[in-house]
């Protein structure tokens, strides 16, 4: 493009095009929005050289691990962002703390933040993102499976244990995670066991009149932690 026409396309003077390219004065601030807003120039190219020199349409930035982008909302199951076209979704990271121990408060704070995972192995695993969560386990009863701090990924639709796995419960004012298996009369529940891995820790039987204290808050389908 001329110095004629980018200078009318921009709203400035050809001789301040050519102080510009000639290095007799720098880009101004607005020089350089009205630059990127007009042919998308990146203005950390012109001052600094780094890369990219051009950005891309529509919404969004590149990085290291591809362009990321808002979801495309029309889209059946789009998640809440884009990386190189493929869907992720956020899981909320809670403060809340749950006990492979002698059982914790349920709450200790607020959201804290989000991880993302791929629509695609949500899809492959079952689960909703917005009716998932993630929560630090604090304690060694369920070590090795889930060792002290430990984050686990719930599915909050499990709120029973019809089938034996490893769940987020509450008993009474406590929360734990344990593996929890039905005690059945015929067809009836009539109680739950909750186990833990590490055998220090003995069962604890929920039955009859007992019950109503035990809550089924979630089904633990993966379990994340350090090495």
């Not at 349409?57 to 076209?85: C, E, N």
Request: proline share 6%; with cysteine; hydrophobic share 40%.
């Amino acid at each position: 493009m001329s110095q004629r026409a980018l200078a009318s396309a921009l709203g400035v003077s050809q001789g301040f095009i050519g102080d510009i390219e000639s290095g007799r004065s720098a880009p101004s601030r607005n020089f350089l929005q009205a630059l990127s807003e007009h042919f998308r120039v990146n203005p950390a190219w012109i001052l600094e050289g780094r890369e990219p020199q051009i950005f891309e349409d529509g919404p969004g930035f590149s990085s290291d691990v591809g362009r990321i982008a808002p979801p495309q909302k029309g889209k059946p199951l789009a998640g809440h962002l884009t990386i190189d076209g493929q869907d992720f979704s956020l899981i909320t990271r809670h403060k809340a703390h749950v006990s492979a121990g002698k059982g914790l408060a349920a709450v200790d704070g607020l959201e804290k933040d989000g991880l993302a995972f791929s629509n695609s192995w949500l899809l492959k695993a079952g689960l909703v993102a917005d009716l998932s969560a993630l929560v630090r386990v604090r304690g060694d009863s369920m070590s090795p499976a889930i060792p002290d701090g430990a984050t686990v990924l719930v599915d909050l639709r499990g709120i029973t244990a019809e089938q034996p796995g490893v769940y987020i419960c509450i008993l009474d004012d406590d929360v734990f995670v344990k593996r929890v298996h039905q005690l059945r009369d015929d067809k009836t529940v009539v109680g739950h066991v909750l186990v833990s891995d590490n055998p220090q820790y003995p069962p604890v039987v929920v039955s009859g009149r007992d019950n109503y204290r035990l809550r089924i808050v979630g089904k633990v389908v993966l379990a994340m932690h350090t090495v």
